[in-house]
């Protein structure tokens, strides 16, 4: 991998050996694989030196169904909301920064602002399209790669070559790869067969992982997956299919955070659907948009070029806002029509 240079590993690890206050930071709305990576780097740290201090810096708060990924260390995290001064602080009196499973500054949204004040190295590791180099002073950034708990693995395991993980780390970064494979079913390498092998190995109870991720959640997510399958699922000619989650209806169903994960993925499991989209109302005025793609369709590219947004070839999210692009949340149907029908002509 070429951000795997042997100069970077060592400028790395000089940052790592000097450092006294880290911040680890990831994108807004975390999935499993931002907790996953920012609690694997966190723990790794803590163990390689027990007098670093670090803390996990969320935009959000972690999702209910994912909460389990932090267990062990939620007295190091701060969310912004509601540790919005103690996050001030941090950042400003941090020695090194980390940006994990997001491209830039600009998607960690409310932390932006402090992260990008602080004169601390910055360092980014993260597999999207599109990385700001240019606010970073080191950078670890691979697309053929299945996670960035994937790079981040690669990445420990060549700092201590020939080392076994610490447990907690080993767990917490199969659990980002698991999530953002959903579960070895796309985006998948070579090397993340590899990387699971060896965590196997080394002792990370992958069936607690799969039960805790795909068999835990609420009966409401079952009962609002149906009515969105059975009344909301639209069809449109050529290969394209989307559904639309009002608030209204997250009310009406009981919807925490976390529960309509893996929505989007459902209308590809039909033979000739190859684009499908999700959206979902927010109380900020705007539709958080997940868009997915068979291979040979850019969900990257509709996400870019009709939702603010973007991340891989095949999986991809942005925002749809109102009135800025559409007048009326009720108009969101007929945007994305329009969006996915031009998409899929391409």
């Known amino acids: ?86 996050i001030h602080e941090w950042t400003a009196s941090s020695d090194l920064v980390f940006c994990v499973d997001c491209n830039g500054f600009f998607r960690t949204e409310s932390l932006r602002e402090p992260l990008e004040a602080s004169t601390a190295p910055k360092i980014l590791i993260d597999h999207h399209i599109g990385p700001d180099r240019d606010s970073f002073d080191l ?13 981040l693995y690669q990445i420990l395991t060549a700092i201590n070559p020939g080392a076994d993980l610490p447990l907690a780390t080993a ?56 009515h969105l399958l059975s009344e909301k699922f639209t069809y449109i000619h050529g290969g394209g299919a989307y559904m639309i989650l009002t608030l209204e ?24 659907i190859r684009l499908s989209v999700f959206l979902k109302e927010t109380k900020e005025g705007h539709f958080r948009v997940s868009v997915r793609s068979k291979k040979g369709t850019s969900a990257n590219a509709l996400a870019k070029e009709a939702f603010h947004g973007g991340g891989h070839e095949n999986a991809a999210g942005g925002k749809l806002w109102y009135p800025a692009d559409i007048p009326t949340p009720a108009d969101a149907a007929a945007y994305v029509e329009e969006a996915v029908i031009k998409a899929l002509a391409v």
């Open 139 to 151: 950078v670890f950034s691979e697309t053929e790669i299945s996670s960035a708990s994937e790079l």
């Open 171 to 226: 767990t917490a970064l199969m659990i980002g790869m698991t999530t953002d494979t959903n579960n070895f079913a796309n985006s998948v390498f070579p090397s993340t067969l590899a990387m699971a092998s060896d965590l196997l190995r080394q002792g990370v109870d992958r069936d607690f992982i799969v039960d805790a991720v795909f068999n835990s959640y609420r009966l409401s997510r079952l009962k609002a997956l149906g």
């Open 249 to 272: 209806e997250q009310d009406r169903f009981d919807l925490k955070e976390g529960d309509t994960e893996g929505f989007v993925n459902i209308p590809l499991s039909v033979s000739h």
């Open 1 to 86: 991998m070429a951000s795997l240079q042997g100069s970077n590993l060592r400028s790395l690890i000089g940052h790592i050996n000097t450092a006294t206050r880290v911040s680890v930071a990831v994108h807004t709305h975390p999935d499993g694989d931002a907790l996953g990576a920012a609690t694997g780097l966190a723990t790794f740290l803590m163990a390689r030196r027990s007098d670093l201090q670090v803390r996990i810096l969320l935009p959000d708060p972690a999702p209910i169904t994912l909460s389990f990924v932090i267990r062990g260390v939620r007295d190091i995290i701060l969310t912004a909301g509601t540790d919005d001064e103690a």
